[in-house]
T-cell receptor, first 113, second 111 residues
Framework: DTAVSQTPKYLVTQMGNDKSIKCEQNLGHDTMYWYKQDSKKFLKIMFSYNNKELIINETVPNRFSPKSPDKAHLNLHINSLELGDSAVYFC????????????FGPGTRLTVT | AQSVTQLDSHVSVSEGTPVLLRCNYSSSYSPSLFWYVQHPNKGLQLLLKYTSAATLVKGINGFEAEFKKSETSFHLTKPSAHMSDAAEYFCVVSVGQKLVFGTGTRLLVSP
């Protein structure tokens, strides 16, 4: 039973389109995150939600909008896709607290052409 | 600001030889530190974590790391490399609720 799942696994789309990535967790954690991994493997946090409330919002273009319909789901919607948005996007979850480890999903590879 | 520096972008070892992946941290207080591994085209898996308990931390797959405050280091080691250890390894520090990743070290294991 997958702990953190993401759909789709691969997403190829054209510039200017709008797309969504979904994340679901069954760990019962109350904090969820989105990370972006660029072509050089560098990982950076984008957003974090705790109990459906946005608590971390790094300097991300406002074309990116996270939505958390409930504690088990955190979706990422991206408007007007650009070439530079091509990356692997990872969802992660944790218990609330600074020392709790985060559990990552398998990633969604987004390619914008 | 809290950060981590991974000193090697690539490390090459032969199967059966020891592994050492180096990480230095910068923190104004006692940090929470982690090592994650990413196999090709896979997600990230937690290897081990340090949270101000024992300074020698044992993780999965025979990996361990030692927190050395005097050296601000958190190096990852394994006594004997296996082919399946070939992957990207990330040293990570917890900053509040978010993780700050190092730039990664690619471990190459040759037969």
């Amino acid at each position: 039973d997958t702990a953190v799942s993401q759909t789709p696994k691969y997403l190829v789309t054209q510039m200017g389109n709008d797309k969504s990535i979904k994340c679901e967790q069954n760990l019962g954690h109350d904090t969820m995150y989105w990370y972006k991994q660029d072509s050089k493997k560098f990982l950076k946090i984008m957003f974090s939600y705790n109990n459906k409330e946005l608590i971390i919002n790094e300097t991300v273009p406002n074309r990116f909008s996270p939505k958390s319909p409930d504690k088990a789901h955190l979706n990422l919607h991206i408007n007007s896709l650009e070439l530079g948005d091509s990356a692997v996007y990872f969802c992660a979850t944790s218990k609330t607290g600074v020392s709790y480890e985060q559990y990552f999903g398998p990633g969604t590879r987004l390619t914008v052409t | 600001a809290q950060s981590v520096t991974q000193l090697d972008s690539h490390v090459s070892v032969s199967e059966g030889t020891p592994v050492l992946l180096r990480c230095n941290y910068s923190s104004s207080y006692s940090p929470s530190l982690f090592w994650y591994v990413q196999h090709p085209n896979k997600g990230l898996q937690l290897l081990l974590k340090y949270t101000s308990a024992a300074t020698l931390v044992k993780g999965i797959n025979g990996f361990e790391a030692e927190f050395k405050k005097s050296e601000t280091s958190f190096h990852l080691t394994k006594p004997s490399a296996h082919m399946s250890d070939a992957a990207e390894y990330f040293c990570v520090v917890s900053v509040g609720q978010k993780l700050v990743f190092g730039t990664g070290t690619r471990l190459l294991v040759s037969p």
